[in-house]
């Protein structure tokens, strides 16, 4: 059973705008999670209120919270994202960095005292939309350990970034430099399977294919070993330290932590302008012919297909546009205990919303 | 035995200038590649040269190339490097990226046409040096798969990074979004050793621990899967498309292609001068502040210490300008080779070169 994007969306909108979320920027929210759900990203999609409506409610972040120009060069400004949803102070600082880029060909924009920003290629892809190369990052509580460490030194920190590609979807690779995203060790956990030994380290910082373990006893690995790591204190550095904002443990958890808190996530977000720096439809061409050769290299075998970054959700996004979103059960489940919890009797969630998670259809 | 930093230093110079590369040219390649090698990074150190004199010989690389500004904006340029060492155009390149953020905060520097660049961190680091963060990335000819490919896609596609950290060593990565190095497939197989089986893709594009067919009959893997070869990919449009340089089977070899071709390699640099964004003296402090934190993280059984990246590094370069480098058999045998090659009877490289490398010290 699927649910059209733009009823997700409204759904988004109106639980929102419950806990005091102003509509445009509900709106904003809204669309962040709809399209990571549409591109399959179920752990970064509309999932996420669960954990985003209880801490607007309780003040940790600031429902009506308006992200502001802390102080601004040339090609930089920092923003402080007075705890706002940390969609709406991305998207905010994305489109100052692009605003920025197309006067000075790039621009970097850090984003502090924000809340959690959920899928990072999000923000990248806004840039990719108006032609501009997008990079987005962002820090979070320690979940991941150092190479030799036995307990979480930083959080899963996600890297993405989106290539325009003229008339074809944009490149994009959103990824985490954990070995593995903590959803996944759960999820392996529920289903009663041993994790393979390169996804956590144990209590006693080594491998372990004990999925239980986590999060209490156990950190996830960092994606391949040192480089992760290296590449995760990078994130770090630009969304916690050049903003001035929180780093490793001053960083709360947007989920279990006391609600009434502010997380203090940060970000940080790049923006390269082709257009003012190359040729531009010379440089469309040329990403699309890259995009070629690698369709067409030779395949292992057994492979049908080789897939450029982004090829798949982009896929998927377009069944969705069609067919709507197949939401899978638990976040249908967490759907159901948010309009449960809000007890919320809204004619139109009725009509549509309620009729979709109820469980007259068995869901 | 020990080589002092110096002495190796003026044995490149005297190799470069020998194939016609001028003094100030010599003596910044010559920096690079001993700054390698006291980084005990002897895969991109002087042996570099074995490689790289027969093709500035041979006018494939231009010994008399001089790096120029093709276009430029408030915060980018795009350099072409004439076809001269990969050394001589980075260092150029990065300097003007350095010279463009301390005005706009930060800038990217696109290097077409250039040779192969080395240790991109070496660059990253000239940034840390003046107290900014700096970024180094190239691309090369195809020698990593893609996920599902059996032949290579993009070559090994380094990123390299450096951020300040006041009194202490700068945190300093360099890695090859490849799985591995090929070096070190090369030196397990001359070591008749078996090669751990995600190092590699052979002839079917499946994984093989048979060291031996790489590079003829196997690619490299990407770093962890996807997330190498998105990031690998990256590298490709920052240094290759945006620059419109050269990608992918358009970059040559540098080592097995005809030595009277250029090789079209490409780079990119970003410099972020972080005076200028944020409070020096507190980035500084927050940044130390950090690396003491990572230190102090508790261990995992059996280890001794939690590096951050680039600390065995520097301590192996400060215990080089101290006693001097202690060069591996391999490195020594490529550099009396050049020696033999170039029938060189020097006085100084009789007196203190050869001396070094000759049989008599039984190397």
Redesign the interface.
């Known amino acids: 059973m699927h649910i059209k994007i733009n009823d997700l969306k409204r759904f988004c909108v109106i639980m929102l705008e419950t806990v005091g979320v102003k509509g445009i920027d509900a709106a904003t929210t809204a669309d962040a999670l709809t399209t990571a759900d549409a591109w399959g990203i179920f752990t970064h999609g509309t999932k996420l209120l669960a954990g985003y409506l209880p801490r607007l409610r309780a003040g940790g972040w600031n429902a009506k919270g308006k992200p502001r120009v802390d102080?601004e060069?040339?090609?930089?400004s920092?923003v402080d994202g007075d705890h706002a949803l940390g969609q709406v102070g991305g998207v905010f600082a994305m489109r100052r960095a692009m605003a920025i880029a197309r006067?000075?060909?790039?621009?970097?924009v850090?984003l502090k005292n924000t809340g959690h920003i959920g899928a990072a290629g999000y923000f990248a892809s806004l840039a990719a939309g108006e032609g501009m190369?997008g990079v987005a990052m962002g820090n979070d509580i320690p979940s991941v350990?150092?190479?030799?460490?036995?307990?979480a030194?930083l959080g899963s920190n996600p890297i993405a970034?989106a290539?325009p590609a003229g008339e074809r979807d944009p490149?994009l690779?959103d990824?985490a430099t954990a070995?593995v995203a903590g959803g996944k060790v759960y999820a392996a956990w529920q289903r009663g399977e041993p994790i393979p030994p390169t996804w956590i380290?144990g209590p006693?910082?080594?491998p372990t294919t004990d999925g239980s373990l986590y999060p209490a006893h156990a950190s996830l690995a960092p994606?391949?070993g040192?480089?992760?790591?290296?590449?995760g204190?990078?994130v770090?550095?630009?969304a916690g330290?050049?903003?001035?904002g929180a780093?490793?443990w001053r960083v709360g958890s947007w989920l279990f932590d006391d609600p009434a808190l502010p997380t203090r996530h940060n970000a940080a977000f790049l923006a390269?302008d082709?257009a003012?720096?190359?040729?531009h439809d010379?440089?469309s061409a040329?990403?699309a012919a890259?995009i070629d050769?690698?369709h067409e290299?030779?395949?292992?075998?057994g492979?049908?297909?080789?897939?450029?970054?982004g090829e798949m959700e982009w896929e998927r996004r377009r069944k969705a546009i069609a067919e709507g979103i197949d939401l899978p059960p638990d976040v249908r489940d967490k759907l159901k205990s948010i309009v449960k919890d809000l007890q919320l009797s809204d004619s139109w969630i009725n009509e549509i919303v309620v009729d979709y998670f109820s469980n007259r259809n068995q869901l």
Chains 1, 2 share one sequence.
């Open positions: 102080r060069g040339p090609a930089w920092i006067n000075s060909g790039l621009a970097y850090g190369i350990a150092a190479p030799n460490s036995r307990g030194v970034y290539i490149i690779l990824m070995a380290v006693d910082g080594k994606m391949a040192h480089k992760g790591f290296g590449l204190l990078l770090e550095t630009l330290l050049l903003t001035c780093v490793t390269i082709v003012t720096i190359a040729p010379e440089f040329r990403v890259l050769e690698i290299t030779p395949k292992a075998e492979a049908e297909r080789i897939f450029v970054p």
